[in-house]
T-cell receptor
Framework: GENVEQHPSTLSVQEGDSAVIKCTYS??????FPWYKQELGKRPQLIID?????GEKKDQRIAVTLNKTAKHFSLHITETQPEDSAVYFC????????????FGKGTTLSVSS | DAGITQSPRHKVTETGTPVTLRCHQT?????MYWYRQDPGHGLRLIHY???????DKGEVSDGYSVSRSKTEDFLLTLESATSSQTSVYFC???????????FGQGTRLTVV
C-alpha cells in the first residue's frame, strides 16, 4: 500500500520568511496530492491540492510542486504570518475505487513575530 | 461543517469494554474514512468505506471493526478497548479518492 513520508516534523521561521515542507510517496499510481492544515484543537482542512497532470499550483501565498519521476511533492508558504502556525499534513491517493487517502505524519510550523 | 458530525465528542471508558463511535453525513458522499490522530504519528487510517457495505482495512485496523449499512452512517467499534486506543478519532467524507476530504470535529476517547 501507499506510504507517505513527510519532513521536517517541526519547522520554526520568522514572520515574513518562507517555509517549505516536503513529502515523498511510494505508490507510483498515486495521482492526487492534497495538503491539509490543522490548527490547535480543530479539524484538518484542505488548503491546496495538486493532481499528477500538473507540476505546480499556486494560491496566493501557498504553492505546491510535484515531481512524479522522483515521487515527491512540496508545500511552499511565502511571507509567513503568525496565523500560518499550525500542523500541516500531506497526503496521497490514487483514482481507483476501493482505495484510500493516506497521510504523512505532519509538520508543526511555528511562525514567530 | 460540510454536513458531517461525529458522536460522541468525548468519551471515557474502561479497559475491556466495547465502544462505538458514530460518523453521520448529510452529503451523500460515497467515501467515508476513520483516522486516529496521535502525537508523532499524524493521521493513521483505521478503516474506510467506498459504499454501503463496502469497507476495507487501513494501516492500523487491529482491534477495530466498522459497519456501513446506510450511506449516511459509518460506525467504528472498538471490540474490547485498550489503553493504546486512547486517541482522537476523526471521520472524513469525500465524493471520491481524488477530491477534497471533509473532516468531522473529532472524538476524544480515553481508555482507563
Amino acid at each position: 500500500g501507499e506510504n507517505v513520508e513527510q519532513h521536517p516534523s517541526t519547522l520554526s521561521v520568522q514572520e515574513g520568511d518562507s517555509a517549505v515542507i516536503k513529502c515523498t510517496y511510494s505508490d507510483s499510481a498515486s495521482n492526487y496530492f492534497p495538503w491539509y492544515k490543522q490548527e490547535l484543537g480543530k479539524r484538518p482542512q484542505l488548503i491546496i491540492d495538486i493532481r499528477s497532470n500538473v507540476g505546480e499550483k499556486k494560491d496566493q501565498r501557498i504553492a505546491v510542486t510535484l515531481n512524479k519521476t522522483a515521487k515527491h511533492f512540496s508545500l511552499h508558504i511565502t511571507e509567513t504570518q503568525p496565523e500560518d502556525s499550525a500542523v500541516y499534513f500531506c497526503a496521497a491517493s490514487r483514482t481507483q475505487a476501493g482505495t484510500a487517502l493516506i497521510f504523512g505524519k505532519g509538520t508543526t510550523l511555528s511562525v514567530s513575530s | 461543517d460540510a454536513g458531517i458530525t461525529q458522536s460522541p465528542r468525548h468519551k471515557v471508558t474502561e479497559t475491556g469494554t466495547p465502544v462505538t463511535l458514530r460518523c453521520h453525513q448529510t452529503e451523500n458522499h460515497r467515501y467515508m474514512y476513520w483516522y486516529r490522530q496521535d502525537p508523532g504519528h499524524g493521521l493513521r487510517l483505521i478503516h474506510y468505506s467506498y459504499g454501503v457495505k463496502d469497507t476495507d482495512k487501513g494501516e492500523v485496523s487491529d482491534g477495530y471493526s466498522v459497519s456501513r449499512s446506510k450511506t449516511e452512517d459509518f460506525l467504528l467499534t472498538l471490540e474490547s478497548a485498550t489503553s493504546s486506543q486512547t486517541s482522537v478519532y476523526f471521520c472524513a467524507i469525500a465524493t471520491g479518492t481524488n477530491t477534497e476530504a471533509f473532516f468531522g470535529q473529532g472524538t476524544r476517547l480515553t481508555v482507563v
